[in-house]
């Protein structure tokens, strides 16, 4: 269900029938789960079958391959509902008081929605929630407001940074704001590619990218916002079904 | 008792997954009814009174939440397992606090399912 906080327009409409869509496609998941249950089920049942028929020449003879089919496919179906889950957590982003979503559950959310794009450039950006206590408490922002600038910021650097490279990025909450940092394990992060972020982040309103050294990691600042709903949007508007 | 006297009914619209899910559970020696409308499986359960109720919250017409709302002002006793979509785990917790067993989260293991069956029908004392 979509929130009532939600302002953008497109961005409204985008999130409703995303997250309509991903509900459905969690329903098609749900069906092709029990199918090939039953059909595990149907291949245990033949060897019970030829067990109990000793020495007689019957049963399934390509039950291997199937078994085999049938783990490949729910690896497959893993993948699929891991993207819709992300994809259904994008689509809420816009909500204020939506899906409960930590900053590192979503940015981890989003970049598995990116990561098609990311190999382009075989880049790998691990997300390190080392310094994240389990009960952490996180600054009030719509997902929107920090993912948008952080998707951003990495399709700028794509360009400038070495093909195969890894990025790591932390997330923390400090002092009523949430604060990403993006580098190299080494700590250090391309010049190139930090101008090119700066030019974007310059359009981007919210985001705060720290001054540092040129080849210093980036440090993106997120202030925490107000959480009263505007008066513009009526209660009860974009409830999906 | 066991899991196998327990008398369940799967409510969801979703007929492929219900019925589905259904020949699984048969197959495996338990007593399960369809139903693939709120309205069916009120007048399911007025006809015979299940142990547990397996219910997708968000169905067209009378809604999971509605329907639990239902059964436990009428039948506290039955126990209901919640289904819901990935983003639907308010709907989940919400269905907790008006008194359902628990939610669980699609697409679902058998295993995982039977278990809670399991754990729900021995609140009622029918499973051990």
Known sequence: MIDVSATDGDGRFLGVVTAAACHDLMNVYATFTQAFGLMEDCLAADSRTRLKSLGFKGGFEHKERFQELLKMLRGQLARAVGLTDALALAAHSLERGGRPASPPEAIAAMLLLCERLLKRRKLTVTLDTASCAADQSWPVLRQVDYLGPLTETLLACLPHVPMGSELRLSCQADAGSLRLVLGRPDGGFAPEARAACQDVLDAVPGATLVCGAPDAPLTLIFQEQPTSTPASCPPGAGQAS | ?128
């Open chain 2, 1 to 128: 008792m066991r899991i196998h006297d327990v008398n369940i009914l799967l409510v969801d619209d979703e007929k492929e997954f219900t019925a589905t899910l259904a020949e699984r559970m048969a197959l495996r020696g338990l007593r399960v009814r369809c139903a693939y409308s709120g309205e069916e499986a009120l007048k399911q359960i007025a006809t015979e009174k299940p142990d547990v109720v397996i219910m997708d919250v968000m169905m067209p017409g009378l809604k999971g939440l509605d329907i639990l709302r239902h059964l436990k002002a009428t039948n506290p006793e039955i126990q209901v397992i919640l289904l819901t979509g990935q983003a639907g785990t308010r709907d989940g917790m919400e269905g907790m606090k008006l008194g359902a067993f628990d939610y669980l989260l699609k697409p679902l293991e058998l295993d995982a399912l039977l278990a809670k069956i399991a754990e729900a029908a021995a609140i009622g004392g029918k499973a051990q």
